[in-house]
């Protein structure tokens, strides 16, 4: 993001917000309650800007517009899928494209949001990166996700978020300095439970051990894909930086800090990693963390010859984890007619692109 001479509201956490914003107002010779004004338009009522901000007076927002940012992004596109899966694509204010998704069930409405603009994580059975890495997002990108996706949920009848995924584009646990600030403004600014919240990772070590020293229970996602090091290679690169037992050691710190459960993600893929003999394995690495497994059928990205397992090998692999005592669920596969698994779009678009030019 080109690096704006003012501050972006949105990116402050509570305590940073109300002190500058006490410092701005005190300057300007404003009653205290000012500040309190503006905050609640940020964390109550998701004002889209600060001119949204219609309880102060016109001098008061253009002199706080002067000084700060409000960086919302603009709908590029919504697509809703015919099972009610809503997925927006964001333009950010230098015109880089991000993606989150609306998901809802009877019983909630998750959004998963994007940490990053693209991915370097480079993991074989992810569409994200197709589009190449292009840059880290700012706590205010990450969170202005939630606020627009929020009020379009309103709007549009689906009713509050409930739950908050960070399974989008990105790894977030490289992207810690602003993943960290979004959790505290999500969590302490936006009050949304911190159990309501999950944290998705392929491994990175470091990112982690740090939410582990978090007091709040943040959820833990692992994308693991495979229960073994050299498996897990062939489709994870970031494997070779920091291997699985690497992992499974800062997995079993986050597990003691109690009360934050993990979840392992499995993408199923046919011929690859869904052969039954890996059930044990898979089962002795839950267990060693208490750890809950998705079953994931594979989502078909560009220029891959794979395909996912099929729904009868699933379900031996659920069962099998069953019999091991490990909790198993099978996903199921949401929004495939508007690409809405993390990075399809662009990866469709890209390999369009690439087929006109050939």
Not at 162 to 187: F, K, Q, W
Request: hydrophobic fraction near 45%; charged fraction near 20%.
């Amino acid at each position: 993001m080109a690096e704006s001479p003012r501050p972006d509201l949105l990116s402050l956490t509570p305590e940073a917000l109300r002190r500058v914003l006490a410092d701005h107002f005190q300057v300007r010779g404003q009653p205290a309650y000012r500040a309190g004004q503006v905050e609640k338009w940020i964390f109550e009522r998701l004002a889209p800007s600060i001119s949204a901000m219609t309880d102060l007076p016109r001098a008061e927002r253009e002199a706080l517009a002067a000084s700060f940012d409000l960086a919302e992004p603009q709908p590029a596109t919504v697509a809703t899928s015919v099972d009610g899966t809503v997925k927006h694509v964001w333009r950010l204010a230098d015109g880089e494209l991000v993606e989150s998704v609306l998901i809802p069930t009877q019983e909630r409405l998750t959004l998963c949001i994007s940490s990053q603009a693209g991915c370097a994580m480079g993991c074989t059975f992810c569409a994200t990166g197709w589009g190449g890495f292009r840059r880290q997002l700012t706590a205010g990108e990450i969170v202005a996700q939630y606020r627009a996706s929020r009020r379009w949920a309103e709007a549009n009848g689906l009713g509050p978020v409930t739950n908050i995924v960070y399974m989008g584009m990105g790894e977030p646990l490289a992207n810690r300095a602003a993943v960290h600030d979004s959790l505290t403004l999500l969590n302490r600014g936006y009050g949304v439970g911190a159990r309501r919240i999950t944290v998705s990772t392929v491994g990175h070590v470091p990112g982690i051990l740090e939410l582990a020293d978090r007091h709040e229970q943040f959820r833990l996602a692992l994308s693991l894909h495979a229960p073994t090091s050299a498996l897990r290679q062939q489709l994870i690169p970031l494997e070779k930086r920091y291997s699985l037992d690497e992992v499974m050691q800062a997995l079993e710190r986050f597990d003691e800090a109690g009360g934050k459960r993990i979840t392992f993600e499995y993408t199923m893929i046919a011929g690859v990693n869904d052969a039954l003999e890996l059930v044990e394995p898979l089962a002795e690495l839950a267990r060693r963390v208490g750890a809950w497994v998705n079953l994931i059928p594979f989502n078909p990205i560009p220029y891959k010859d794979w395909r996912a397992s099929p729904p009868a090998r699933i379900k031996a692999f659920a069962a099998g984890l069953a019999r091991r005592g490990v909790t198993a669920a099978i996903r199921a596969s949401r929004g495939r007619d508007i690409d809405a698994a993390c990075g399809q779009l662009r990866a469709h678009t890209l390999a369009e692109a690439g087929a006109k030019g050939s």
